[in-house]
């Protein structure tokens, strides 16, 4: 017996031991929310527990920071932590493409809202495909600028950084498609940028706003306005895939197809699976026929990917304004006469009313969505927030 208790313990220190060594080395590891410079990504990759989706080919991490947000009204503290990850896909010495990503360490539970991107009138188009007051999701076309590390996010830095010790080539002027999805918790931007210049066409300096690509400019080339349509053809059914990715709902685990092909096919894995789950309601019994046949029709052809438009805050208060006075107003006139007794003072009176309490209820209502719309009740729209990005595009 005492040699047996005697090797139990020689086994158990050995064991601890080896655990105690073992820790360091595990420490070290890459978890899903640690990235190295260097370390290549490809087809679907996870981040704080979100899949993103890649276009096919290797990408490189390039630069990897964790940033923190304080909008100025509400500072999110340790809960405003955002995984800042910049990925290059090299052709050559050049870098033919990046992915600046944007994603949230941990979940909220009053929302991310839009970029100011969403609504920029300065892009080749910006696109809601759906926006209430926690959930919205757009997609945004322009043109964008590699910029001085200090005018940019430190990913960025570490970014130019890699390209300078790799000896990458980066151009003046990108093309990007930028995506945003947003819940109550959970928030993905991710812009992803291609370069024109390996792709056939000439390089370009200048100001953003003077750059032969700005949206005031570039429809006098037939070449730059066939690139930006082959980008737009690509983004659409790609924010489907960046939606599904916050959902970790990717099906394709391989990769994605790539803008600019000569011959693009459409990327048809969302539609195969909203289709499958469609044909299940039905056989379940879950929905008629008639419904059946009608919805498969407008999935079949691409018509429920199509956004649509949601108003914004000034807009709703707008309605909002015109719905409750009609109301009020009827229950002044009646109270005012009882006052006054005079047709021609009442009449007096219920214009000023209008004129004043009006204006005073719409600017209420505006006041109060942009400043206390997150206490308590869901807002009627989002908030803007955004994070810091790798490129300039103003």
């Not at 370390?39 to 964790?66: C, H, M, N």
């Not at 870098?95 to 600046?100: G, I, S």
């Not at 096919?265 to 789950?277: E, G, M, P, Y």
């Not at 108003?311 to 006052?339: C, E, G, H």
């Amino acid at each position: 017996m005492p040699f047996f208790k005697m090797m139990g313990r020689f086994v158990f220190g050995a064991l601890a031991l080896a655990a105690i060594g073992a820790a360091p080395a595990a420490a070290q590891g890459l978890g899903s929310d640690e990235f190295k410079v260097d370390q290549r990504l490809s087809g679907v990759f996870t981040i704080a527990g979100k899949q993103v989706p890649l276009p096919t080919g290797d990408w490189r991490v390039a630069g990897y920071r964790k940033n923190t947000v304080d909008t100025g009204l509400i500072n999110y503290g340790a809960y405003g932590v955002i995984h800042n990850l910049v990925l290059f896909k090299t052709s050559g010495g050049t870098v033919d493409a990046l992915l600046d990503l944007n994603v949230n360490a941990l979940p909220v539970n009053d929302g991310w809202g839009v970029s100011k991107d969403c609504d920029r009138q300065d892009f080749y188009a910006t696109i809601g495909r759906y926006k209430s007051g926690w959930d919205a999701s757009c997609l945004f076309l322009y043109h964008n600028q590699t910029a001085a590390a200090d005018k940019t996010s430190r990913a960025w830095g570490d970014a130019l950084n890699y390209a300078r010790d790799k000896k990458l080539a980066l151009p003046q002027s990108w093309v990007t498609a930028g995506f945003r999805v947003a819940t109550r918790a959970d928030v993905i931007d991710a812009r992803f940028s291609f370069n024109p210049e390996t792709r056939g066409l000439k390089a370009s300096n200048g100001a953003w706003d003077q750059s032969p690509w700005h949206k005031s400019k570039f429809e006098s080339d037939p070449a730059k306005v066939a690139f930006v349509a082959a980008l737009a053809t690509w983004a659409g059914p790609y924010s489907q895939h960046i939606e599904e990715g916050m959902k970790n709902r990717l099906l394709v685990k391989d990769g994605y197809a790539m803008p600019f092909a000569n011959a693009p096919k459409v990327d048809n894995a969302s539609v195969v699976a909203r289709l499958k789950t469609l044909d299940k309601l039905y056989a379940e019994k879950g929905i008629t026929e008639e419904d059946y046949k009608a919805q498969r029709e407008v999935i079949a052809s691409g018509k429920a990917d199509e956004p649509i438009p949601q108003p914004d805050a000034p807009t709703i208060a707008f309605w909002k304004t015109l719905a409750y006075r009609p109301m009020v107003s009827t229950v002044n006139i009646f109270i005012d006469y009882y006052w006054v007794g005079s047709p021609f003072a009442t009449g007096v009176l219920v214009i000023l009313q209008i004129l004043v309490n009006t204006t005073k209820f719409y600017f209420h209502e505006v006041a109060w969505e942009r400043f206390m719309g997150g206490s308590g009740g869901k807002r009627d729209a989002p908030r803007t927030i955004d994070f810091s990005y790798a490129s300039l595009n103003s």
